[in-house]
């Protein structure tokens, strides 16, 4: 029988064989091989399809934006692309809230 030098490294060395064991086992590689797995945590990323999707949207959105009256086009790109108030871009352009509004929604 091996004299156990130190402590430390047997259990090193019990942790590493036994880890060893379970990645050799059949129920560690049909939990890994099983792609149930991947559907029950999905990506936080877009896939590459979504993504392409997602900026073509976007593009054609501000082409859109870019080709409406100035009167509106500055009501909204303050409003949703720089994140103003209505109250904020009351300040800015001198324009009654409701006008802002009435823009906004047309």
Do not use: H
Not at 14 to 39: G, H, Y
Not at 71 to 87: D, N
């Amino acid at each position: 029988m091996d004299e156990i030098i130190s402590l430390k490294s047997w259990i090193y060395r019990l942790a590493i064989n036994k880890s060893k064991d379970v990645l050799k086992s059949s129920a560690f590689r049909k939990v890994v091989m099983n792609s149930s797995l991947f559907t029950l945590f999905p990506s936080k990323e877009l896939s590459p399809e979504k993504d392409l999707l997602k900026r073509s949207e976007e593009e054609f959105l501000s082409m859109c934006v870019l080709s409406l009256p100035v009167k509106y086009r500055e009501v909204v790109t303050l409003y949703y692309y720089e994140e103003f108030s209505i109250e904020d871009i009351n300040g800015m352009l001198g324009v009654n809230q409701n006008t802002i509004k009435t823009r906004l929604r047309r």
